[in-house]
């Protein structure tokens, strides 16, 4: 078998580089281990609108839910609202989003293998399981987007993301106050260094978190959760679902190099302020799969995809990081008083404002510009002294 671009991984991010590689020019083959598109789902489907119009997803056919809004909780049980203007993300059927995508890609002409491992490269020569069997795969050029152990980068020796969350989810009936927005959880107790969420759709919600490592198993964080008063007050017990995962964060310093270049969670392209990867994957993935056909061409090379996609998303990423940095760093004291700063009735008309989670850099920008921002330099210390 021979390809101009071989793209390994059949997730958003490999979906979205295969399309636009083919669409190029580029013949273009797609591997993935499983044997199905979009299957076992780690995601909880909860994706900006902006994200669905970045991956040229038309109507609403997967969503489950629309969300307007949500709800925060600080660690003392102190409810933030955060009220959207419009229709700010949808709950999506990941596995019927990841196939659709999928049929994009065979619609722009790419092939598709599934049951099929990559294991290793050498030069332009991709091995592969298929099926049980060995094979060998020419390829001009190698997307990896298979994901946040990548087997693509550990073989190019390009180097991994700088951090990792761990997640765990279940999906359970559940009967929210509010259908139409998210609910938000914090504080040591349930996840340390990050959040904990309901996302509510069709008499049953998404419930989760993810966590910076520590000592104590994600599973015991998840059992804190359920006990949450706001929680259980909600929760109708059992559980239809249950995903463990990991989360990315802090991009490395090199994506790409000879013919190799990585993408979405590979290349560490996640929201640092949610864990959201669909949105930064999709941007990336089309500078990629670009880039890839032009480079079999001769017509570029990989620095031109490392220039563009950090030229696209570098900079919210890096400001995510400096935020994502900066709350886990804060006890629940110190969180309990920034949700409450945050509930002031002019900070929260500037979060409905300029909340976008795609761009938090865009509110805490205007925040940090208002008349009362003492309390906030504080709380985020020297980090943000320094970075505006
Ligand atoms: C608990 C949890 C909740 C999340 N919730 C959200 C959310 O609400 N919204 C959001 O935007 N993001 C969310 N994310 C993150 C999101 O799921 C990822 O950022 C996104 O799936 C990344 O897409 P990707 O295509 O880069 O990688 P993946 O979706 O991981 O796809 C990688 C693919 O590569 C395949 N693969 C791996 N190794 C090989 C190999 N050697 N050979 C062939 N194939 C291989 C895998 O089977 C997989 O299909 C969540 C993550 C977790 C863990």
């Known amino acids: 078998m ?15 580089a295969s399309k636009y590689a083919a669409r190029n020019g580029a013949s273009t083959l797609l591997i993935e281990e ?7 789902v780690q995601c909880t489907g909860l994706i900006s609108t902006a994200a669905l119009r970045e991956c040229e997803i038309e109507g609403e056919s997967f969503a489950l839910n629309k969300m307007k809004g949500a709800y925060v909780y600080a660690p003392d ?29 065979i619609d722009s002409g790419v092939d598709i293998l ?30 990896g987007a298979d994901g946040l152990q990548s087997a693509v980068c550990r073989s190019s020796g390009l180097p991994g993301c700088k951090k990792f969350l761990s997640g765990m989810q279940i999906e359970a009936p559940y009967a929210p106050e509010n259908p139409e927005y998210v609910e938000i959880f914090t504080g040591q107790d349930v996840a340390p260094g990050f959040f904990g969420w309901a996302v509510p759709f069709n008499g049953m ?13 994600v599973s015991h964080y998840l059992e804190k959760l359920l006990e949450h008063p706001v929680v259980t007050s909600r929760y109708r017990g059992s559980r239809t679902e249950h995903v463990v995962g990991g989360i990315p964060l802090g991009y490395p310093d090199k994506t790409a190099k000879d ?31 670009e880039v890839a056909a032009k480079t079999v061409r001769g017509e570029a090379t990989v620095d031109e995809y490392e220039k563009r996609w950090r030229s696209a998303v570098g900079r919210e990423l890096s400001i995510g990081m400096m935020i994502h940095k900066s709350l ?33 850099s865009v509110l805490f920008r205007k925040l940090l510009s208002g008349s009362d921002k003492k309390q906030l330099i504080r709380l ?4 943000f002294r320094t970075l505006f």
């Not at 390809?3 to 979906?15: E, I, N, S, T």
């Not at 499983?34 to 076992?40: L, M, R, T, Y």
């Not at 919600?205 to 198993?217: C, Q, S």
């Not at 990585?262 to 993935?285: E, F, H, N, R, W």
């Open 205 to 217: 919600a998404r419930i989760g978190l993810a966590r910076t490592p520590g000592d104590k198993p």
């Open 259 to 289: 013919n190799v270049v990585l993408v979405g969670d590979a290349a560490g392209q996640v929201k640092p302020t949610s864990g959201g990867g669909i949105y930064m994957g999709a941007i990336c993935a089309k500078i990629a799969g």
């Open 77 to 105: 049980g102190t409810e933030l609202e955060v009220k959207g203007k419009d229709v700010m993300a949808y709950v999506i059927d990941r596995k019927m989003f990841d196939r659709s995508l999928i049929e994009q890609s």
């Open 114 to 143: 599934i049951k099929t491992r990559f294991t290793g490269m050498e030069k332009n020569r991709v091995s592969v399981l298929s099926n049980g069997e060995r094979k060998e795969i020419h390829a001009g050029m190698v997307i």
């Open 380 to 383: 985020f210390g020297v980090v």
């Open 328 to 360: 886990g760093k804060l006890g629940d004291n110190d969180l309990n008083e920034f949700i409450s700063y945050l509930n002031q009735p002019e900070i929260r008309n500037a979060i409905t404002e300029y909340g976008d989670i795609d761009h938090p």
């Open 2 to 16: 021979k390809y101009d671009v071989v793209v390994v991984g059949g997730g958003p991010a490999g979906a979205m």
């Open 34 to 40: 499983h044997a199905s598109i979009g299957s076992p």
